[in-house]
Every structure is written in structure tokens, then in C-alpha cells.
Nanobody, 109 residues
Framework: QVQLVESGGGLVQAGGSLRLSCAAS??????MGWYRQAPGKQRELVAR???????NYADFAKGRFTISRDNRKNTVYLQMISLRPEDTAVYYC?????WGQGTQVTVSS
């Protein structure tokens, strides 16, 4: 079973940027995605990317977040700009039915 390890979360002021990374333990030839879960809320899709780079985004992510992947490094990224306090959540990477441990993103106002 593949293992996923996220990194790059942290505390940032509103309007700031963060880049999340998710490293897989082996090659993944399928969709990889980012989800997030805020306190008291359900986990929700942020963005997904296919093995050939096709993407789709949640409405809140369009224009601010960019998902990408480097298949040579077995890594998927989430570049986030213009962050808002409502983006505060634990961000999870997923692939092939497996989830990472999550990385906390906190946006202060």
C-alpha cells in the first residue's frame, strides 16, 4: 500500500501564500488529490490531478490554488495564494484510496 507524507503547512497571515507537498512512497499512475477539513466541518475536495496533468478544483480554490505533480519525484503539490482565514484547515493528500496524515494550515486575519 502506498504511503503519503504531506508537508508545507503552517501559520500565515491573510493574503499570504503556502506551498504544500505530498510525497508518495512509490509511483502513482492515477488521480492524486488534496482535501481539507476545518474544525466541525466535513472533509471537502480542494483539487485533483490526473496522471497526465488534467485538473479540477473546488469553486473556492479556483484562481487561488494550483495543483501540480512531478511524477519523477512521486510528489503532488498545492500552491495556495491569497489565503483567507476560512482556508484554515487540515489539508490531506490522497491517492489510490490512501490518505496522508494531514498538514495544518492556519490563516490569521
Amino acid at each position: 500500500q502506498v504511503q503519503l507524507v504531506e508537508s508545507g503547512g503552517g501559520l500565515v497571515q491573510a493574503g499570504g501564500s503556502l506551498r504544500l507537498s505530498c510525497a508518495a512512497s512509490r509511483s502513482i499512475f492515477s488521480i492524486m488529490g488534496w482535501y481539507r477539513q476545518a474544525p466541525g466541518k466535513q472533509r471537502e475536495l480542494v483539487a485533483r490531478i490526473t496522471s497526465v496533468g488534467s485538473t479540477n478544483y473546488a469553486d473556492f480554490a479556483k484562481g487561488r490554488f494550483t495543483i501540480s505533480r512531478d511524477n519523477r519525484k512521486n510528489t503532488v503539490y498545492l500552491q495556495m495564494i491569497s489565503l483567507r482565514p476560512e482556508d484554515t484547515a487540515v489539508y490531506y493528500c490522497t491517492a489510490q484510496g490512501t490518505w496522508g496524515q494531514g498538514t495544518q494550515v492556519t490563516v490569521s486575519s
